[in-house]
């Protein structure tokens, strides 16, 4: 057995071992203590940096947390992963503890976020006076510098009036319903058996698509626009000073984005909601087993803008999955001028958020609101604040009517493809 003095070695070696550790502890508490001058430093700066972004003007700021980097703020909690439908726990979170309207810093910069219906109401509604567009950076390095969301005034209202003119004429059009038709089918057929990856797709089409507009571009200059007259033919014939080719491939580049990400956000989620719910399945059966009548589901069919206006069931269940998908949930608006609302200021310069999915999962407006009920619709407006899938204002959707054309022809090939299977 080791006796007590052998363990405890003669005060010579224990001050030989003592700093023989000291010798190795001095950088790692000499760095510690440097990290946390650092740390204190910092801290300091932000706090000093937080307050002058606020002292800068006399109102009284909304409520809520800038977070504890400059640049980073409260990106990083608010792009944590929810796990389950809208609003974000980041979102729902804050309402809870700050109430409608809060500040944070996200995106890189100070941000108001309004999850008010009526405040969201007059931030759309005052685009142009009060605010105006403003996507962060990262995002507009994806979508194009000059996408729909960064031009103002007159050239965004020629842009806006091509795309409505284009969208709401060819949607019409009972060849462009058999295209889209037929597309929907040939990739339901692809997916059969497989595990479908849309972000792999998303990503690797993204880099392809300024190469497809360029050829596209100098195809259509080479032949006159004929029955196919499309957005970019419409763009095209505006072309001049203010719009020109660059902003007219940003100005493509932004209406692909806004169409696919969404709308396949939404179809995405479309067969989990009617898996949940068989009662929705068998409604949408019911009507469009009746639009196909006599014909086999294997039959090749052509569906028209008429069959397409008789799809009133669907017409609700589009608006059901709207309502809870979300898929665009946030815009980026920033304040021209300082703003008061609702007894807080939103200053001059910042980057304003309204987010929509507060008030479409608000139990007082939607009773049992995470539920997917069609039939809610029945009576209920939707030309109101409290349901705005596609924004408001005069950068409402230009796409919305496709959009929901889209859709429902994807429920209609969903659901009677089922009867074949
Ligand atoms: C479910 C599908 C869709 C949803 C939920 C949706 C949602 C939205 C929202 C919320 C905005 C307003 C953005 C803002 O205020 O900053 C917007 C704008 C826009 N969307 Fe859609 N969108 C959808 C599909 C489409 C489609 C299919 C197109 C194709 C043409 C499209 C084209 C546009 C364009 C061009 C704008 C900009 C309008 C402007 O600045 O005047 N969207 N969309």
């Given at each position: 057995m080791a006796s007590c003095a052998q363990e405890i070695p003669p005060l010579k070696d224990r001050l030989g071992s003592i700093s023989a550790v000291t010798a190795m502890v001095q950088p790692v508490a000499a760095a510690l203590l440097i990290t946390a001058i650092i740390m204190y430093m910092t801290s300091r700066i932000i706090l000093g940096w937080g307050r002058k972004n606020a002292s800068k003007n006399s109102g009284n700021l909304p409520p809520g947390t800038m977070g504890l980097l400059p640049v980073?703020?409260?990106s990083l909690q608010y792009s944590r992963p929810s796990g389950r439908f809208l609003p974000a726990v980041f979102i729902s979170d804050r309402i809870k503890r700050y109430g409608p309207l809060f500040k944070s810093h996200i995106f890189g910069g100070p941000t108001i976020i309004s999850t008010d219906a009526k405040v969201n109401q007059l931030i759309l509604q005052k685009e142009g006076t009060l605010f105006k567009s403003g996507y962060p950076r990262s995002i507009l390095s994806i979508i194009g510098m000059h996408n729909t969301t960064e031009i103002h005034g007159n050239t965004h209202k020629v842009v806006r009036n091509v795309i409505l003119n284009v969208v709401s004429s060819r949607i019409r059009d009972d060849k462009v319903i058999s295209y889209i038709s037929d597309e929907i089918v040939q990739r339901m057929n692809a997916w059969d058996g497989q595990i479908v990856r849309f972000q792999e797709e998303a990503t690797r089409a993204k880099r392809k698509v300024v190469q497809v507009l360029q050829k596209l571009i100098a195809k259509k200059m080479c032949r006159p626009a004929t029955e196919t007259y499309d957005i970019l033919d419409g763009?095209?014939?505006v072309e001049g000073d203010t719009l020109t080719r660059e902003v007219i491939i940003d100005v493509m580049l932004g209406?692909?984005?806004a169409a696919y990400e969404t709308t396949a956000r939404v179809l995405m989620l479309i067969p989990k909601f009617l898996g949940d719910n068989p009662h929705v399945m068998k409604t949408l059966q019911d009507e469009h087993f009746h639009i196909l009548?006599?014909?086999a589901c294997t039959e090749k069919v052509t569906l028209t803008w008429d069959a397409y206006k008789s799809m009133t069931f669907t017409e609700k269940v589009v608006k059901e999955?709207?309502?809870l998908?979300?898929?665009g949930d946030i815009v980026f608006r920033e304040a021209m001028e300082d703003v008061n609302v609702d007894g807080y200021v939103i200053p001059k310069g910042w980057k304003v958020m309204p987010c929509f999915s507060p008030a479409h999962t608000d139990p007082t407006i939607y009773k049992d609101p995470l539920s997917f009920n069609p039939w809610r619709w029945n009576?209920?407006?939707t030309n109101n604040m409290e349901f705005t899938p596609f924004g408001g204002g005069i950068r409402q959707c230009a796409g919305k009517e496709l959009a929901k054309l889209e859709l429902s022809l994807f429920v209609?090939?969903?659901v009677t493809r089922c009867r074949s299977l």
């Open positions: 980073v703020g409260e763009l095209l014939a209406v692909t984005f009548g006599e014909r999955a709207l309502r998908v979300n898929p009576n209920k407006d209609h090939h969903l």
